[in-house]
Nanobody, 113 residues
């Protein structure tokens, strides 16, 4: 059974930081590239960052240089460190495999100006 539980979201001022965590079931985590996605109000869900099983990362241009993604293979957990946050980063953030399986609940990130 695929299970994804995101946490760590919240309200932060522009320029602040947040660290998101995602606990994933082993069935989805162990063999897959993992990713963070986000969906802002009225917009389509978009890919934010990916990390392969060997640790190779990639980022959307809009977050490059501000966000980092990492994974702890022993804990089946993926992290998204978000620095220098902007109001346009406001969205519900989801983790999943890449390409994605069933979606979790996500975690809300709100950046105030």
């Amino acid at each position: 059974q695929v299970q994804l539980v995101e946490s760590g979201g919240g309200l932060v001022q522009a320029g602040g930081s947040l660290r998101l965590s995602c606990a994933a079931s082993g069935s989805i985590f162990n063999l897959n590239t993992m990713a963070w996605y986000r969906q802002a109000p009225g917009k389509q869900r978009e890919l934010v960052a990916t990390i392969t099983t060997s640790g190779f990362t990639s980022f959307a241009d809009s977050v490059k240089g501000r966000f980092t993604i990492s994974r702890d293979n022993a804990k089946n957990t993926v992290y998204l460190q978000m620095n220098s946050l902007k109001p346009e980063d406001t969205a519900v953030y989801y983790c999943n495999a890449y390409p994605p399986y069933t979606w979790g609940q996500g975690t809300q990130v709100t950046v105030s100006s």
